[in-house]
């Protein structure tokens, strides 16, 4: 059974029920979410129950060594995430024996977490575990919850490969939330091409978030990368140091200030939905902090008294932030209307913020969910480590630092507040991206419309041929096996078999190797052994990252951040597997930048589009980081771009791709359009507006575009799936182009510059310094395409 009801609907109490009963009766659970926070906090709400028969315990990376046997051998109620399954438990499944014969029920929290790539392998992972539970006689009741899940049963039926009841219907109260949809203003700065430079998301969020806690508002700030929830964090807590050195000269030790009349609505305030003009995203996750003030507020620099509670106005207490001479008059107000509320401790205002990431060891994890709860913090800068379902009741506000990706996400992070029933604030502040713009400037692509259907391909071969290898090693495959893995686990296997990864034998198919069957699944993509971070000066382990990213966020030359710290990279060697940081304090951040060339191996679709053709195919992608560049933290500014000797990588993807005749393109060449400007242009829009109609991230996709492929011998634009196999994002932009493609002209027409700016046509990524774009070429080519 799936159950897909809003936040804070009672799912968690639909499955803790009868999984405390499977406990009483002298079953096992097994309860598995995508987060160790989740984990985490869903063990506390079990022991907070005080059942004695139930013995409830985590078992995750997190878990001691010295803790694990007793979890192994006493617990009967395990909760763990699909990483640990994959890894520690099924390969030892005769360690857990005891446990798998009584096991009962399998709860999939925020099942809606399990897509693309990471899902598909995360139902592989589940056939395999529904396999051993058979090995021990045991048939466990598999019950998932998701408050964004669409198609709730055909999603969860793909996912386990179980026939799936639903449950949809939600009657729990819940109070309103105000969204808010918050644009950035264009500083006087000017970057590639001469483009506008927007002030970035991250900056936003870092004042308002500085506000939202001297206002005595609880917040979380979702930003989309480590780094960044670091840079927010960082940046909140300098603006209320400089706060309360104000403050402090100000009102001396006076902490109690009376209060007056409610602060008039003003835009921006509860009560009013504000959609701003929008823009897109700065480079990536990472955006530089530009430090220009906003037009609707005073700058860093203003006295204390207009900027607390300035902004967006919210105090949650009518005329916080005013000094008393500012409330009522001089006297104050009336005795029946007068109101205290106590600032906080002066020299304390920074340390109510704090960021919040993966990385963390677990203890400083648990301690900042304690202090949120508690309201020791008041603001908490996170990846989305926090979106999932961590009960952190009492938020009353959550700031979206750029378009997470998805509607499910938007709703899903939009829901940490309010969780006790009232009323929220949400603020989605747009980057400067192509898709943020279009969002801001069209509220209706997300108010009143489904969530995205949840994209996975269990069979893709990529993601099938490592877990059967791996199901292999626990049990050895037979032909009884076959229907649990799919329809094309017959063909994977010959292919197995002949690459000489198992071996046939008349009982079935066996993992004969000794190397761990395991570790040719890379489940959350990485791939490639991680590098380690290492401070040369000392040898301090700061971090992992992996192999793949290294390439953009450890070269050298990198600024990288770690709690806090800022370090420079001194060497980056893929061989040992290692990057040398130094700590450095640099006034500048970088972005990677990549090339990338595309073959065609197969064409397994196309149809006319107008008077070209749209397909979708295999293709092998290779890319290499060739440059990165250096931005000012405090304006944007472009510093220089630094070359860099990289290797290339090769990636077997598929992708979408549309071509037009040369007719076509011979006219569009009379009218002076730069043909190879026109299709770059294109594509990067296309890039940016796709995550609208499948359910991936810009990061998840790439593009090429070419006047003349070698392959095809035609202007043509190629989207594809950033992950090895392909991950079901292009095949969605082929099945949806004509929306996709219409909705990418239009963004391109609104927005206001006139060559072509983040918002619209460049592209954070590019690796080609955002040369050539043609924005007006573009246009004509887009509606060429969609001519009927």
Known sequence: MIISTGTASGKSLAYLTPAVASCLDGGTVLYLTPTKALAADQLRGIRDLRITQVRAACFDGDTPFEERTWVRKNANYVLTNPDMLHRGILPRHAQWSAFFRRLRLVVIDECHGYRGVFGSHVAQILRRLRRVCARYGAQPTFLLASATASEPGTFAKRLTGLEMAEVTTDASPKGSTTVALWEPPLTELRGEGGAPVRRTATAEAADLLADLVLADVRTLAFVRSRRGAETVALAARAKLADVAFSLSHQFGTTRTVPTGPALPAAPGRPGTVETAPATGAGPGTDEPLTDQPRADRPGPGSPASDRVGSGLGLSGRPGAGQPPSEVGGPAGPQADDAQAWALPEVSDLPEKVAAYRAGYLAEDRRLLEKALRSGTLMGLATTNALELGVDVSGLDAVLIAGWPGTRASLWQQAGRAGRDGQDALAVLIARDDPLDTYLVHHPDA??????????????????????????????????????????????????????????????????????????????????????????????????????????TMVHTGAVYIHQGETFLVELLDLEAGVALVSSAQPDYSTFARDITDISLLSTLRSHALGPGTLNFGEVEVTRQVVSYLKRRLQSGEMLGDEPLDLPPRTLRTRAVWWTLPASEVAALAEEGFDLGGAAHAAEHAAIGLLPLFATCDRWDIGGVSTELHADTGLLTVFVYDGHEGGAGFAERGYARATDWLTATREAIASCECERGCPSCIQSPKCGNGNEPLDKRGALRLLATLLTP
């Open 446 to 551: 997300l108010f009143g419309r489904p969530v995205e259907a949840i994209v996975l391909d269990p069979d893709n071969p990529y993601v099938l041929g490592p877990h059967l290898c791996a199901a292999a090693a626990e049990i050895p495959l037979s032909e009884d096996d076959l229907p649990i893995f799919g329809n094309t686990a017959a063909t994977v296997l010959d292919t197995l078999v002949t690459d000489g990864l198992l071996r046939r034998r008349p009982a079935g198919w066996f993992w004969t190797k000794r190397e761990r069957a395991t570790d040719l699944a890379d489940i959350r993509g990485g791939g490639g052994a991680p590098i380690q971070v290492v401070e040369s000066s000392t040898g301090r382990l700061l971090g992992s990252v992996d192999e793949p990213s290294a390439h």
